[in-house]
């Protein structure tokens, strides 16, 4: 990929381990919210997401992301794999229920964040999509934008935002922060009629705007990673990762 750091074993590894759990959560309440009857996932790694959903029972997932991807390590069938740069535009005739991008974003540069929406909402009429917000840290992080940030890059398409994830989660101390605090359900105003009334107690109005639902120490957290370096916040990240990859994941519950 010209724009996109290229994920290492390691860090597949534990991107792996850390997702199953939250998938199995986050899938299953979704579901009681939303029709799923088709996935496509926008930087799906080796499809722990998609192989969740799978086993759920949706019909049709399909998972887009780079060649440096080992197949021999995907958790979905190969013929669901779109092996695509995520720096271009992405483009296919066919139309899923949910789209979904999840922690991707900010590994793009900013001049791709308004085109990458704009491949979500070609491809489904919701969006289940969450981005690092400044602070957060990690490997090759160049666009990290506060929720609306991209909640703007969404309403240009008329989807609408409801905030329906963050407070399901808000105790699930076992779910990865950043999709804790990150995630957010859109739609499009056309097929808001498809979301379930509890969930649609969630939907923002008018101009009214994303909060931040961040702990007071998770905000101090943030303040401190945004002062260091990026080469720093790399090196910490690859370290990171090496802690919970190879022979340190095994045992560890998927």
């Not at 959560?25 to 579901?31: D, E, K, S, T, W």
């Not at 979904?100 to 999509?129: G, K, N």
Request: glycine fraction near 6%; proline fraction near 4%; include cysteine.
């Amino acid at each position: 990929m010209n724009d996109m750091y290229l994920y290492d074993s390691a860090f597949q590894n534990m991107a792996s381990t850390g997702s199953a759990h939250a998938a199995r959560r986050i899938a299953a309440a979704l579901l009681t919210v939303l029709p799923v009857r088709g996935v496509i996932d926008f930087g799906c790694a080796r499809g722990t997401w998609l192989r969740v959903w799978k086993e759920l029972g949706v019909a049709r997932i399909a998972g887009v992301d780079g060649d440096y991807v080992d197949r021999a390590k995907l958790e979905i069938d190969p013929a669901d794999f779109i092996t695509d740069d995520l720096a271009r535009e992405f483009r296919r005739d066919e139309r899923f229920g949910l789209a979904q991008s999840l922690e991707v974003a900010e590994h793009l540069s900013a001049t791709r964040a308004r085109s990458f929406v704009a491949d979500f909402v070609a491809h489904a009429p919701a969006v289940l999509f969450s981005a690092a917000t400044p602070g957060q840290g990690g490997e090759h992080q160049v666009n990290e934008r506060p929720a609306e940030y991209w909640q703007g890059l969404f309403a240009e398409h008329d989807f609408v935002a409801i905030d329906c994830v963050r407070p399901m989660l808000a105790r699930e101390r076992g779910i990865p922060a950043w999709y804790r605090y990150n995630m957010v359900l859109y739609v499009d105003r056309v097929h808001l009629d498809q979301v379930s009334p509890f969930a649609r107690q969630f939907q923002l109005r008018g101009d009214e705007k994303l909060n931040d639902p961040l702990p007071k120490l998770y905000k101090i957290r943030k303040n401190v990673i945004r002062a260091l370096p990026q080469n720093v916040c790399d090196l910490l990240a690859r370290i990171n990762a090496r802690r919970f990859s190879g022979d340190e994941l095994k045992g560890v519950s998927s």
